[in-house]
């Protein structure tokens, strides 16, 4: 079957950085994505990837491992505002997005 | 960006009662839209996967005839929950790809459904 697992909560203060982790288990890939979400609203874009790497876009990066099956979010510099759900989705070999549970961030002054 | 919108943004009604939501494409044209459903603290679950002039593709325990999907042209795509329940309360969302850009999912502000 196929499967996306990632922590379902995680602490962070201010300021700090943090990583969320996310593992796959997939029929076929093509391309992993983050999400945030604040309660109440719907997804919005974060990154792609679909080679294996880090993908630097201001605050935020991702990096992939295809042959881990594995992918992190970092988000440095962290802000009141990042505390929302971070979601994991793998797109697999029918093109369809395969989601993980998300990750809860809560930031702490 | 390409934009999605969503009406109604919530949605208050009685049981056994007909909903319809709807899920447009702004200024792209969307190859193929999705429907999601999500409960309180859960992940995104995909009800169905609708291509323009064609059936939906529902998800195995998605009911077809109670969750009633069109896909009237290349920049809409609608919901209608047919005789609501309680347990259709739920926050529903739409996606829409333009085919191009790794078939980026763009999502619309979903919509608030509230049986009584």
């Known amino acids: 079957g196929q499967n996306i697992d990632q922590p379902t909560e995680m602490t962070a203060t201010e300021g700090a950085i943090v990583q969320i982790n996310c593992t796959y288990q997939t029929s076929g890939f093509n391309g992993l994505f983050w999400y945030q979400q604040h309660a109440g609203e719907a997804p919005t874009f974060l990154s792609y990837n679909v080679l294996d790497g880090l993908e630097e876009k201001g605050r935020f990066s991702s990096f992939l491992s295809r042959s881990k099956g594995y992918s992190y979010l970092l988000l440095k510099e962290l802000q009141m505002k990042d505390s929302a759900s971070y979601l994991c989705a793998v797109m697999d070999s029918n093109y369809q997005l395969i989601w993980g549970a998300g990750t809860k961030l809560i930031i702490k002054p | 960006g390409a934009v999605v919108s969503q009406h109604p943004s919530w949605v208050i009604c009685k049981s056994g009662t007909s909903v319809k939501i709807e899920c447009r494409s702004l200024d792209f044209q969307a190859t193929t839209m999705f429907w999601y459903r999500q409960f309180p603290k859960q992940s995104l679950m995909l009800m169905a996967t609708?291509?323009?002039?064609?059936?939906?593709?529902?998800e195995q325990g998605v009911e077809k005839d109670k969750f009633l999907i069109n896909h009237a042209s290349l920049t809409l795509s609608t919901l209608t929950v047919t005789s609501a329940h309680p347990e259709d309360s739920s926050f529903y969302i739409c996606?829409?790809?333009?085919?191009?850009?790794?078939?980026?999912?763009?999502f619309g502000p979903g919509t608030r459904l509230t049986v009584l």
């Open positions: 609708s291509n323009e002039g064609s059936k939906a593709t529902y």
């Open positions: 996606s829409a790809n333009s085919g191009v850009d790794y078939n980026e999912q763009f």
